[in-house]
């Protein structure tokens, strides 16, 4: 996590961090955002800037601050404080110079930067330092700004669906497509679910900036359910297409262990042969089939507790229940939960 999608290379604010170096850290987040927008150092912030950034290099900005400040600074936590206490769409009204004081008080940017001992969450980084000092500086440019983070950084839409198996409950986040038309060129003009929409982006596009907005909403999905307390671990579904530069299942599970403190072990469940993708297979015997002893549990370290197994995509269940089975089979585990992060409109 040390080069952006522009070659901007975060290995000094990670040090300044580790280290608690704040203010250096604010003024280096400044030069990192402005190197990221295409601008000089020592320029200005402006909206149009900030919306010029990646959302990868926002995302790895806002990760490291979240991380080495025990979850008090970053952008998320800032706008996470404004969307509570903003409604304010139009940027020059008096109502949204009201708004962005409110902000300042509970963040505690009317005063000066406290570098030394900084507490209050949201307090940093202090991005607003490095606007322009022209008639565009003041409330008008950190509104702006504030409700494009609040936009960039707000919790994705689900619409959660109970999934049926060999399991105790399942859930999937949402839909994966709304709609798909056929088009006369033989194409399709498809319709995505916000979060299958990331999620899109995330496996075939190879976008790592989805993994966050993902793991946030299925965490908080997990950590709702009353059975969250007797957990034990997550159990990824093993890939089955292994030429990917990443495996999207895997680390979308590593981020939600972070989130909810559950481990992901990668030696407890081991895909010991290769199958055809299920999808092209429309038999319902011949997919059954393909799954049969695919999967090995190595040891009995979740005997009798409760699990959650964790895959991308509900479409038939196959894969899924073969688990369920090798869980329970071999490994003697208790009850086992399933969370998908989207599922087909078919079985196929």
């Known amino acids: 996590m040390t080069i952006g999608s522009r070659q901007v290379d975060y290995v000094e604010l990670e040090h300044l961090l580790s280290t608690n170096q704040w203010q250096a850290a604010n ?21 149009e ?16 601050w979240r991380g080495f400040s025990g979850g008090r600074f970053g952008f998320s936590i800032q706008a996470s404080i404004w969307r509570k206490i903003e409604g304010i769409k139009d940027c020059e009204s008096d109502a949204a110079e009201e708004t962005c004081s409110r902000f300042y008080e509970f963040v505690g940017w009317w005063n000066d930067i406290n570098f030394t001992n900084p507490s209050l969450h949201g307090h940093l980084p202090a991005w607003f330092l490095g606007c322009g000092g022209d008639d565009r500086y003041g409330w008008v440019v950190d509104v702006s700004i504030l409700s494009y983070l609040e936009y960039e950084f707000r919790p994705l839409t689900i619409n959660p669906r109970v999934i049926n198996g060999s399991w105790r409950y399942g859930v999937a986040l949402d839909w994966h497509t709304l709609s798909s038309v056929h088009r006369s060129d033989g194409g399709f003009d498809t319709t995505r679910s916000e979060i299958g929409e990331a999620l899109y982006q995330l496996k075939y596009q190879f976008d790592r900036s989805k993994i966050e907005p993902i793991a946030e909403v299925a965490a908080q999905q997990i950590i709702s359910w009353r059975v969250f307390r007797y957990l034990k671990a997550i159990i990824a579904i093993p890939p089955s297409k292994l030429d990917r530069p990443f495996q999207p299942v895997l680390e979308l599970a590593k981020a939600l262990g972070r989130k909810t403190n559950l481990p992901v072990p990668d030696d407890y469940l081991i895909k010991v042969r290769q199958t055809q993708a299920l999808k092209d297979i429309e038999d319902t015997e011949l997919r059954h089939q393909q799954m049969q002893n695919a999967f090995q549990v190595t040891d009995q370290r979740y005997s009798q507790e409760s699990v959650l197994l964790f895959d991308d995509l509900f479409r038939s269940g196959e894969t899924l229940n073969a688990v369920s089975n090798a869980l329970v089979a071999q490994g003697n585990v208790g009850r086992i939960y399933v969370l998908t992060v989207t599922m087909t409109r078919t079985k196929r």
């Open 27 to 47: 003024q280096e987040t400044i030069n990192l955002m402005l190197h990221a927008s295409g601008k000089e150092v020592d320029d200005s912030l402006y909206l």
């Open 49 to 64: 800037d900030v919306e010029a950034i990646p959302s990868e290099d926002l995302v790895t900005i806002d990760k490291l």
